[in-house]
């Protein structure tokens, strides 16, 4: 084809494409010869200046025909076609244009047709969601083993210690903490695993008294609630139990001073 591109230079530093602008100009005002119109022709020269919706449309194709060969749309960084069209800046274009809201609805209908992932981090973030959400359907639960990684090594542990440090951090969307929250995510382990503990301290209060709990008491639910409840005195005695935890288990009667000590 003929459209030059942007910025495109001859090795000599000829530029060709303001050459090619100042062809069309000449024709309009009638200074150029039949001669020259004829030659021009000759090389299917397009005298009037493209429109956009049509000039998107040659550019998508480029990434359609990308598609077509490779069933997905993760072009290599700087990626050019074998005609030289910077395939990569087209893409990072039509992401920026979706943020602002500036692509049109057919462009965003024809580039979901070849799932075209307007938002590369989002993408990444789902990829680590599904395979967590796929382990929560076969075990119940997204207590991941220590480095667990999937079948196919996906790093999924550091996925979840990722997801972790980000809400404490205020960087989950409401709609990612929400699909999480979704499959009984922990966003906080330590705090998960005192609530558990706290719960079960509270059933067993209403049928028990806090002075014949000892140090080696497993409930029937296998927790060992004993060595729980000594380890809050403990950390009561060195100053390390929070004051709100200490209160809320006072609230349910636990009386430290009549907690069992070996």
């Given at each position: 084809n003929i459209t030059v591109p942007i910025h495109y230079k001859e090795d000599d530093g000829f530029n060709l494409r303001n050459w090619t602008k100042a062809q069309r100009f000449l024709k309009k005002d009638n200074k150029l010869t039949k001669d020259q119109i004829d030659k021009l022709n000759s090389l299917g020269f397009i005298w009037e200046r493209e429109s956009f919706d049509s000039k998107w449309n040659r550019d998508y194709q480029n990434l359609k025909k990308f598609y077509d060969k490779h069933s997905h749309t993760n072009i290599p960084y700087a990626y050019k076609t074998p005609?030289?069209?910077?395939?990569?800046?087209?893409?990072?274009?039509?992401r920026n244009l979706f943020r602002k809201g500036k692509l049109k609805d057919y462009q965003i209908n024809k580039l979901k047709e070849i799932n075209f992932i307007f938002d590369k981090f989002d993408a990444l973030w789902n990829e680590g969601f599904n395979y967590l959400e796929e382990y929560y359907k076969n075990h119940a639960n997204t207590n991941l083993p220590a480095k667990y990684i999937t079948s196919d090594n996906f790093k999924l542990y550091d996925w979840v210690a990722t997801q972790r440090i980000k809400?404490?951090?205020?960087?989950?969307?409401t709609e990612q903490i929400n699909k999480l929250e979704g499959i009984n995510f922990i966003f906080d382990p330590m705090e998960y695993?005192?609530?558990?503990?706290?719960?079960?301290?509270?059933?067993y209060l209403k049928n028990h008294s806090i002075k014949d709990l000892r140090t080696k008491y497993v409930s029937e639910s296998n927790y060992r609630l004993g060595g729980w409840v000594q380890e809050q005195k403990k950390k009561k005695i060195d100053g390390n139990l929070d004051k709100d935890k200490e209160q809320l288990l006072e609230k349910i009667g636990l009386d430290f001073d009549k907690v069992f000590v070996k």
């Open positions: 005609d030289d069209f910077n395939l990569s800046a087209w893409i990072a274009t039509q809400y404490k951090k205020q960087q989950l969307s695993l005192w609530q558990l503990g706290f719960n079960e301290l509270k059933n």
